[in-house]
């Protein structure tokens, strides 16, 4: 293996070498920021973090916390997990406050659910996260922030039965890809929004890639984010860089409602930062 084979996968997509400009043509270059999210707060949209867990009243997260549910794992039942209601929930790790307090930065109003599927070693099993995704397709969520993955073969099958049925009912998941170059579910299916990390601070510029399965590349090097006990971070990782998605598309969400997840996609792709309008 090469130094380059080693580099984590935001390396080869976002890097500014390979960020190409790309041109919208036509009623689609009509298409704004502004017209997309100018003005949205979020509100009425139902974001699930599919993590760790989240500190519920950690400051970075402003009371937005509606709810959520713990996937843990019970081999004594038929689907070998357990859901436990969580009021009032808390973060195993913090890894799910970092991402629910972007999405809160970016989106403030709208309501955060807490669906923890990974233990305080950010560890956990596929089938808690196929649980997890599940809870947030069943239970009238708007979006569901997944900064997880699973590479175990095995699972694809039911995690591409799980976001199919997601994007039918019009819920919006938001995909962190591997850190390593290797195959990775559910970001590599078309009916999710993937996204990897880049260098650039500014919450909402975004890029485009025009070689999938890598769709967008967000803020996710050295970012500034919440944690577990009250405390902030720095942390670089494609698992950052989600939830600035997710933010964006809870706001579009808000202000287009009858928009279904593939007419946000192409939203989010005419208001990337290396997309220019023509005409």
Known sequence: MTEEDSLPAYSHQFSPAVIQELIAAGPIAQITPEWAWGGSTGQGVRVAVVDSGIEHDHPAVGGAVRGGVIIEWDETSAEYVRYDPDNQPQDASGHGTACAGIIHGLAPQAELYSVRVLGKNMKGRAIQFAAGLNWAVENGMHVANLSLSTSRHEYYGLFHEI????????????????????????????????????????????????????????????????????????????????????????????????LTPFQIKSVLWACAANVRRQG
């Open 163 to 258: 976001t199919d049925e997601a994007y039918f009912k019009n819920i919006l998941l938001v995909s962190a890809v591997n850190n390593i170059p290797e195959p990775s579910y559910p970001s590599l299916y078309s009916s999710v929004i993937s996204v990897a990390a880049h260098t650039l601070l500014e919450p909402f510029t975004y890029y485009y890639n025009p070689s999938p399965p890598v769709e967008f590349g967000a803020p996710g090097i050295d970012v500034r984010v919440a944690w577990k006990d009250g405390a902030y971070l720095t942390c670089t990782g494609n698992s950052f860089a989600a939830p600035h998605i997710a933010g964006i598309v809870a706001l579009i969400r808000a202000k287009h409602p009858e």
